[in-house]
């Protein structure tokens, strides 16, 4: 029972997505509104953020199945990747969508 609420490692693997998002996109001075435009119209493969999106996704579908995510876990994931976002110098309401489009990942 005490296990559901464990959530140590999904806020660890949140904060570590979000490393690996400011490495590739590092934070852009006029808020991330080019990224955020990106986000909502991605249908090009080509599309840069589109591949880290990609590559994002993929990393939390070969963490899920070691894991049992509840919908506590996948909040505190999406906490600790939004506001480890928001730390790095994003636009609060692209760091937001960005975690949003990530939890419906995990299963």
């Known amino acids: 029972m005490l296990s559901w609420f464990n959530?140590?490692?999904?806020?660890?693997?949140?904060?570590?997505l979000a490393?690996?998002?400011?490495?590739?996109?590092?934070?852009?001075?006029?808020?991330n509104r080019k990224e955020r435009r990106a986000l909502k119209g991605q249908?090009?493969?080509?599309?840069?953020?589109?591949?880290t999106m990609s590559k994002l996704a993929s990393r939390?579908?070969?963490f899920e199945p070691r894991k049992q995510a509840n919908f506590y876990k996948k909040a505190k994931f999406a906490n600790a990747f939004k506001w480890?976002?928001?730390?790095?110098g994003y636009d609060a309401e692209?760091?937001?969508?960005?975690?949003?489009?990530?939890?419906?990942?995990?299963?």
Do not use: W, Y
Not at 7 to 15: C, D, N, V, W, Y
Not at 84 to 88: A, M, N, S
């Open 60 to 62: 939390i579908l070969a």
């Open 84 to 88: 480890k976002l928001i730390e790095g």
């Open 7 to 16: 959530a140590t490692e999904f806020h660890r693997f949140g904060e570590e």
């Open 19 to 31: 490393v690996l998002f400011m490495e590739e996109k590092p934070a852009a001075s006029e808020g």
């Open 43 to 51: 249908s090009k493969c080509n599309d840069p953020m589109q591949a």
């Open 94 to 107: 692209f760091a937001d969508e960005l975690a949003k489009e990530l939890v419906i990942h995990f299963r």
